[in-house]
């Protein structure tokens, strides 16, 4: 029997932020499948990405007729790597945790179960989600699955500054943090960089940028900062301070424009 999978993006942390589609979709789930990332690795916070999770489901799901699988996360080899090694790197990791939603679903999930992964923002976006389930079925789990778009992160940002992303017909370029140096070197002018933690947009050369960032948007930790990037480098710190000491984690993404010439 094939098993069917629903991929269901959730938006980026606040239990408004899901689509009616996304909520019509969590209902049909009989199992929920939900990588617990401190169990594995004993990273403080992300326990409560897995409780924003559960909190998700009470709210929109109508009885209790679900029961909710947590996978423990292999850790994740991080150290640094040039682009090539960083490639592998990551496949290694989606391999095994494709390894572990095998056995999962093996061993605790019946052939008729309809099977629900809930996908941070857009599943389209800097997720493994999509990747993990494929290798799932390459591991031979017979599997059918149907993605469902969620709200990124990046469109909460543009309505919270109540922006457009790109000038008028012009490109974006969405990257992130460890290659925006190399981005910017290459001529991108309008970036949107998402999984910086190091905040690398500090080190970009010249003064001519302007920053749109947000962290933990969607949640009550929300912070918003606005400006000439190297005016308001220090409010982002310190608004990125009070978001993880607010919430115990901190997800921020942010548009970097060059200045208009004036
Ligand atoms: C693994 S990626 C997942 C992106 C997600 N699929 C999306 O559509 O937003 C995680 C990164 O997304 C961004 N992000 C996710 N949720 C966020 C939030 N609530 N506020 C700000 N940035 C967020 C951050 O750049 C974070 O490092």
Not at 226 to 234: F, I, K, Q
Request: glycine content about 10%; proline content about 4%; hydrophobic content about 40%.
């Amino acid at each position: 029997m094939t098993r069917k999978a629903l991929l269901i993006g959730i938006g980026p942390g606040g239990p408004d932020q899901l689509t009616v589609e996304a909520v019509r979709a969590l209902n049909e789930v009989d199992v929920f499948l939900v990588a617990d990332k401190e169990a594995a690795a004993g990273r403080e916070g992300t326990g409560d990405l897995v409780a924003l999770r559960e909190e998700i489901c009470r709210r929109h799901i109508t009885g209790n007729n679900y029961r909710i699988v947590t996978v423990p996360d292999p850790p994740r080899d991080r150290a640094p790597v040039a682009d090539h090694g960083y490639g592998r790197q990551v496949r290694d990791w989606h391999a095994a945790r494709a390894r572990a939603y095998t056995d999962a679903i093996v061993k605790h999930t019946r052939p008729d179960e309809v099977l629900g992964f809930l996908v941070w923002g857009d599943p389209s976006l800097y997720d493994s989600t999509i990747r993990v389930v494929e290798r799932i079925r390459s591991c031979g789990v017979d599997l059918d699955y149907q993605v469902i778009p969620g709200v990124s992160s990046v469109q909460l940002l543009a309505a919270r500054h109540r922006i457009v992303l790109n000038r008028i017909g012009g490109p974006i370029t969405v990257t992130t943090g460890r290659r925006l140096g190399t981005d910017v070197a290459r001529g991108a002018d309008t970036l949107v960089v998402f999984l910086d933690g190091c905040l690398s947009c500090a080190e970009l050369p010249g003064a001519g940028w302007d920053i749109w960032w947000g962290a933990n948007l969607g949640t009550a930790s929300e912070e918003l900062v606005a400006g000439r990037l190297g005016e308001v480098m220090d409010a982002i710190r310190a608004a990125r301070k009070r978001a993880k000491a607010a919430q115990g984690w901190v997800m921020d993404v942010y548009l970097l424009r060059r200045a208009a010439v004036s």
